[in-house]
């Protein structure tokens, strides 16, 4: 079993990190829409992590949070209209509404319940 080391999301999956924006600039499209169905699937099969970035040739990962997956969401829609690539925007739009809605609901029922 592997044993990675593990560094904070926010460090390196923003806009103004030039390491990121150098990436995007070579693999942006697909990086985007990879990094979106990775998510999605975590939220869908309810996984409280996912490996967001693995830095290649190093034992380094960093590991995105259930509680962060709507942070995340829309740090990438930031990054498409960066690159401008508008196509995905709205599906990232939608699926942000779509956690957000589950996120209220939850915090109703708790309410109730108390």
């Not at 996984?47 to 990962?61: A, C, G, P, Y």
Request: aromatic share 12%; proline share 1%; hydrophobic share 35%.
């Amino acid at each position: 079993m592997n044993v990675y080391s593990n560094v904070n999301w926010k460090q390196y999956f923003n806009y103004t990190n030039p390491t990121i924006n150098s990436y995007l600039q070579k693999y942006g499209n697909g990086f985007i829409e990879q990094t979106f169905n990775r998510i999605c699937l975590a939220h869908k099969t309810k996984k409280s992590k996912i490996i967001l970035i693995r830095f290649r040739d190093s034992d380094i990962v960093s590991i995105l949070e259930s509680k962060d997956y709507i942070k995340a969401l829309e740090i990438l829609l930031s990054f498409c209209i960066k690159i401008e690539y508008y196509e995905i925007c709205t599906d990232i739009q939608k699926q942000i509404r779509k956690m957000k809605g589950k996120s209220r609901k939850n915090t109703q029922k708790q309410i109730v319940n108390l």
